[in-house]
């Protein structure tokens, strides 16, 4: 077998499994499972809840449930997203601002 003649076949290869991929970019949406989810934060710090708030909005969104434990409840309820409010069951930690230093 010529080098030219293992290219070409290398070349379909590659166009057969670049066609899978983009299909499977269509298929797969569809086909993914809806799950319930607990997302649990104990800590009463707003910077720790606020990195993953936008990521269980977008969970929402997407159409799986959550139950979200924490000490900031939202203000705007979701279909999607329920929240357990612990306010006021462990003390505040306070924020410093690491900028007056």
Not at 17 to 30: D, H, N, Q, R
Request: net charge neutral; with cysteine; proline share 7%.
């Amino acid at each position: 077998m010529k080098l030219s003649e293992t290219a070409n076949i290398l070349k379909d290869k590659n166009s057969f499994y670049m066609m899978i991929c983009v299909v499977s970019l269509f298929v797969l949406p569809a086909v993914v499972e809806r799950h319930k989810i607990v997302a649990e934060f104990p800590r009463n710090a707003k910077s720790h809840f606020d990195v993953l708030e936008p990521c269980l909005e977008q969970l929402a969104a997407g159409g799986h449930q959550l139950l979200v434990i924490s000490h900031f409840p939202r203000t705007h309820p979701s279909p999607n997203y329920e929240d357990t409010d612990w306010t006021g069951t462990f003390p505040t930690i306070k924020t410093i601002n690491i900028l007056a230093f």
